[in-house]
């Protein structure tokens, strides 16, 4: 696999890039990874980066993303945080990633067993976990249909909004990224992760 450069980076579309994403974890499931040299891609990126996607995952320790879209160093910018909510700081890393350093796609990574998520439907509160697990209230409040405690099959729901929902705040908060998605600079998609077979279905 050859290591991202600025041509190639220049040269793809966002249908593209949405396309190595789908192929690469096409490789993770089957557990045939593309052969690429680590050590010569820390070497090639030394210089500078040309990342042609940004994804915005949850802390989870089993969807890491570089390893489920199967993509080396120097592929992708990877932003993490418990339950892949948006803030500010999120917004502004995603808007960097697209409109200063090129990447042609952002991709909002949720994923089912969250356990942000099935915290969130569980009402927790704790320290500065409360205000974060708030962002996910939008998707939970989508799916409720009453008070009564939530089944598995309804806070895989909620996750699936919450991806829904963060896709939508990026629209709304960003006019950066939703011009560049107007303009056809980029793809702005939700996506979620299965952790029983390593798929990823786009929404």
Do not use: W
């Given at each position: 696999m050859r290591t991202q450069t600025k041509e190639i980076q220049d040269n793809l579309t966002p249908k593209c890039a949405h396309d190595i994403l789908v192929e690469g974890n096409k490789r993770f499931v089957a557990n045939l990874k593309a052969q690429?040299?680590?050590?010569?891609?820390v070497l090639a990126t030394s210089e500078g980066?040309?990342?042609f996607a940004v994804?915005?995952?949850?802390?989870?320790s089993r969807v890491p993303a570089e390893l489920v879209f199967d993509q080396g160093i120097g592929d992708i910018f990877s932003i993490r945080v418990a339950g892949n909510v948006i803030n500010q700081d999120v917004l502004g890393s995603m808007e960097y990633a697209c409109k200063v350093a090129g990447s042609k796609i952002a991709v909002v990574?949720?994923?089912t067993k969250c356990g942000a998520v099935t915290a969130a439907c569980n009402?927790?509160?704790?320290g500065n976990i409360t205000s974060l697990l708030?962002?996910?209230n939008p998707a939970i409040n989508a799916i409720r249909k009453e008070d009564s405690k939530f089944t598995p099959e309804q806070i895989e729901e909620v996750s699936f909004e919450n991806v829904n929902v963060s896709i939508d705040r990026i629209r709304k908060e960003s006019?950066?990224?939703?011009?560049?998605?107007?303009?056809?600079?980029?793809?702005?998609?939700?996506a979620s992760y299965d952790v029983n077979t390593g798929l990823v279905e786009f929404h």
């Amino acid at each position: 696999m050859r290591t991202q450069t600025k041509e190639i980076q220049d040269n793809l579309t966002p249908k593209c890039a949405h396309d190595i994403l789908v192929e690469g974890n096409k490789r993770f499931v089957a557990n045939l990874k593309a052969q690429r040299n680590l050590k010569d891609q820390v070497l090639a990126t030394s210089e500078g980066q040309y990342p042609f996607a940004v994804i915005l995952s949850c802390i989870d320790s089993r969807v890491p993303a570089e390893l489920v879209f199967d993509q080396g160093i120097g592929d992708i910018f990877s932003i993490r945080v418990a339950g892949n909510v948006i803030n500010q700081d999120v917004l502004g890393s995603m808007e960097y990633a697209c409109k200063v350093a090129g990447s042609k796609i952002a991709v909002v990574l949720g994923h089912t067993k969250c356990g942000a998520v099935t915290a969130a439907c569980n009402n927790v509160k704790l320290g500065n976990i409360t205000s974060l697990l708030e962002k996910i209230n939008p998707a939970i409040n989508a799916i409720r249909k009453e008070d009564s405690k939530f089944t598995p099959e309804q806070i895989e729901e909620v996750s699936f909004e919450n991806v829904n929902v963060s896709i939508d705040r990026i629209r709304k908060e960003s006019p950066i990224l939703a011009e560049m998605e107007k303009n056809g600079d980029i793809e702005i998609v939700g996506a979620s992760y299965d952790v029983n077979t390593g798929l990823v279905e786009f929404h």
